[in-house]
């Protein structure tokens, strides 16, 4: 009996597409942007006009039909759901989904809600954001989070705010980095003794999630555990 292969895209085994800011930073293990990073294959594609400032800084103003059409193109070429390189990008949730008509998560920020329903009564869930200054509830409320959840960014640190937004250089001082993520997480923490959970905004931020639970000893979601969660639906794994 012969075996007939379904046809009708132009990639095949890479289910998952991920549309890229244009940036020229250093992505170590760990980003989104490092293909290394994911254990399965994926597909990029970077849209034109996206820089980290006008997406962060400004709302990704006027950028709505470039990411529409780079995600169209991704699932022409065969994604069957489609992500994006910032968590800033929650705006464009509902637009993308409908345009592109395949299951898409534009933002870690998905997760607030789920990470809520595991915490105990009093415990609640907070962000780390690249941009404090920029994070608003529009942002939040279109991810599905609430509104009033207790959030803090990287603008004051040394480092990683200043390569990943304003785009100061290349080259990443990771340790510097990493020292930016602690102590935004700890000044969190601090302010908000009832933060039981957190989840990173910026999908540049896994890298450092394992040192961040490591030091505040609450659990960290990010943009990794959205997606290879998100995978697993995708191609469910098989048991004999």
């Known amino acids: 009996m012969s075996t007939v292969a379904a046809g009708g895209k132009s ?3 890479a289910p998952l597409g991920i549309l890229m800011l244009e940036t ?6 760990g980003d989104m942007g490092n293909a290394g990073t994911w254990p399965f294959p994926v597909l990029f594609r970077v849209v034109k006009g996206a820089d980290p400032k006008r997406v962060v800084l400004n709302q990704a103003a006027g950028l ?10 991704l699932v022409h070429l065969g994604a069957e759901a489609i992500t994006t390189n910032c968590g800033f990008l929650s705006l464009f949730q509902k637009e993308l989904a409908e345009a592109v008509g395949v299951p898409v998560a534009t933002s870690s920020l998905i997760q ?3 990470v809520q329903a595991t915490l105990p009564p009093g415990k609640r869930v907070g962000v780390v954001t690249v941009s404090g200054k920029s994070l ?20 004051d640190g040394r ?6 937004i304003m785009g100061e250089k290349d080259d990443l001082d990771v340790s510097l980095a990493e020292q930016d993520i602690l102590d935004a997480g700890r000044r969190l923490l601090r302010a908000h003794p009832e933060i039981g959970a957190l989840v990173l905004e910026c999908t540049n931020m896994p890298p450092y999630a394992k040192a961040l639970q490591a030091a505040l000893g609450v659990p960290v979601y990010d ?6 969660w998100w995978h697993a639906g995708l191609r469910p794994r098989g048991f004999a």
């Not at 608003?136 to 603008?155: C, K, N, Q, S, W």
């Not at 943009?223 to 290879?228: A, E, G, K």
């Open 112 to 114: 607030v809600p789920w």
């Open 64 to 73: 709505l039909p470039n990411f529409i059409e780079a995600a169209q193109e």
């Open 159 to 164: 480092e990683f705010f200043r390569v990943l």
């Open 223 to 228: 943009i990794y555990s959205l997606i290879t």
């Open 136 to 155: 608003t509830p529009r942002h939040l409320e279109a991810a599905g989070a609430p509104v009033d959840t207790p959030f803090i960014g990287t603008e």
């Open 24 to 29: 020229r930073f250093a992505r170590i293990p």
């Open 11 to 13: 990639i095949y085994g």
